[in-house]
């Protein structure tokens, strides 16, 4: 399971960080949905992302009877994040193929039509846009919470790889409030930043359980219920 696990993390790693590059003709060309620039590297870009929200929920999905052990809220909790992430990429890929529809139909069209294929474009993008704020940055923030709280308390890893998973999350968290009030753009150098100790947890995550997998869980305390009845030393006081 720790292997399963290990490799979908180094997964959903390994098809994040290339849609940087592969989407520069789209971001580069205002006129891209026109026939100006490569769509290759886009289609590659969404195909990409395609196999990133199955590995993100993959890793929810395998993760959960191990989280599930130690806190249900929590565990509870990772798979919701993770699923509204993976739901929120495959948005971002269906804008993403809507540009690429347009850039096809584009092609050779009027003049009088190009203002507003432009404009249909530049709109989809921003829908792109929306979806990886909400999906890829501030969902990692309620994963890391969620997920680095009880492997922090467990001792399933070492206590520093989800030391800075919690540490990033409120630094992710407080840049994304920044980003959505228009202090600053995404895939600025700040952002960038702010978003790095997240991917670090992620990728040390998923190192340590691909070669390494649990550790013994230390046994965290458990909620009374208050019913006498199932202690038999204070049933019979």
């Not at 994963?143 to 709280?149: D, I």
């Not at 219920?225 to 202690?231: R, S, V």
Request: charged residues 10%; hydrophobic residues 55%.
């Amino acid at each position: 399971m720790a292997l399963v696990a290990g490799a979908l993390y180094l997964i959903t790693f390994v098809t994040s960080i290339p849609t940087l590059k592969l989407y520069e003709p789209l971001r580069d060309h205002t006129d891209f949905v026109l026939g100006v620039g490569n769509a290759t590297g886009v289609m590659w870009g969404a195909l990409l992302e395609v196999v990133l929200a199955i590995a993100c929920v993959g890793t929810a999905v395998v993760l959960f009877p191990v989280v599930k052990r130690q806190s249900e809220g929590a565990a509870l909790g990772f798979v919701a994040a993770r699923v509204v992430e993976a739901a929120l990429i495959l948005v971002g890929v269906i804008s993403l193929l809507s540009v690429l529809t347009l850039r096809n139909d584009g092609v050779g069209a009027a003049d009088a039509d190009a203002p507003s294929l432009v404009t249909a474009g530049h709109t989809l993008v921003a829908v792109y846009d929306g979806t990886f704020l909400l999906g890829q940055s501030l969902m990692p923030v309620i994963s890391a919470l969620c997920l680095g709280s009880v492997m922090f308390r467990s001792g399933l890893v070492p206590r520093v790889i989800p030391a800075i998973g919690l540490v990033g999350a409120p630094l992710l968290l407080a840049s994304d409030i920044a980003i959505f009030c228009g202090l600053y753009e995404q895939g600025t150098s700040l952002a960038g930043l702010a978003a790095l100790p997240i991917a670090v947890w992620e990728f040390a995550l998923g190192v340590w359980l691909l070669v390494k997998g649990f550790r013994p869980p230390r046994l965290l305390p458990q909620p009374k219920t208050g019913n006498l009845a199932e202690d038999p030393q204070q049933a019979s006081r």
